[in-house]
């Protein structure tokens, strides 16, 4: 595989048919993360009422569900999402923030991925190991572990464990479906200072899997690298977070084939 020539294949899939990404997010982040997914071409919805997630859910080519601020009106919002997208083959990819940090935040990601299938887990090391091993603490929505060996097994067994991607942000990123692993060194510290750009790398990973169906792992990681290199663009025209901000969107609308084969870095 060719993983530069993939990457811009799936951007160019989502400019020319904008799939519907069905996001079930935190208030923090939903009009950044909107205003992400319109910068690559996606068309994104934010609708979590429990009357219409289930139709809404069916309509998307993804769904992501985000536990960014939790409420239990929520969760059965997202199980309700979740199962309207299973019966229908839709991505769903699960972004479990904060799991590790509270019992309810890691209990309810758990029961999330015990009641209905998840084709992506998307969170940094601490979150998504909170999910294989209890006494693993996260702080806030920061991760305490690094992709270490330990971490690196953990994925993997997770992943085969739900028979699905498992993609853990840091310094550089993994991505794994438990068999085959992309690592990704794309990316800029800078990132970590502006909110909501972890919850957007979350929705960005459901528009290239709702163009990339028969393969979640490498779209999954495509959104890694692609999400990430307009990061580095972007800190080449600022190196303040407010306007650096504005200029990954840019970055973000902007980028294409040229700069992927340029400045993509995935193994």
Not at 206 to 235: K, W
Request: proline residues 3%.
């Amino acid at each position: 595989m060719d993983i530069k020539t993939t990457t811009a294949e799936f951007l160019d899939k989502i400019k020319n048919t904008a799939p519907l990404v069905h996001n079930i997010t935190n208030f923090v982040v939903m009009n950044p993360t909107a205003n992400i997914l319109l910068a690559i071409g996606a068309s994104p919805v934010m609708a979590h009422s429990r009357k219409e997630v289930a139709d809404m859910a069916a309509r998307a080519g993804a769904l992501v569900l985000n536990i960014g601020t939790l409420a239990d009106k929520w969760i059965e919002a997202m199980l309700l999402a979740a199962m309207a997208a299973n019966q229908r083959g839709i991505p769903v990819i699960l972004d479990p923030v904060g799991a590790g940090a509270t019992s309810y935040r890691t209990r309810t990601a758990k029961q999330i991925l015990g009641e209905v299938n998840i084709s992506v887990i998307r969170g940094n090391a601490s979150e998504v190991l909170s999910l294989a091993v209890d006494d693993v603490k996260t702080k806030g929505v920061d991760s305490s572990l690094s992709l270490s060996d330990a971490v690196v097994a953990a994925a993997g067994g997770i992943a085969r464990q739900h028979a699905c991607v498992v993609a853990i942000s840091g310094e550089n990123d993994l991505v794994t479906d438990g068999g085959r692993m992309f690592r990704v060194a794309n990316g800029v510290p800078l990132m970590t200072r502006v909110t909501g750009l972890g919850c957007g790398l979350s929705a960005v990973a459901g528009a290239f899997c709702a163009v990339a169906r028969d393969d979640l792992l490498a779209a999954t990681a495509a959104a890694f690298g692609f999400y990430g290199l307009c990061g580095e663009l972007a800190l080449g025209i600022s190196d303040r977070p407010g306007s650096f901000f504005v200029s990954f969107l840019d970055s973000l609308y902007s980028t294409g084939s040229a700069e992927i084969h340029k400045y993509l870095r995935i193994e």
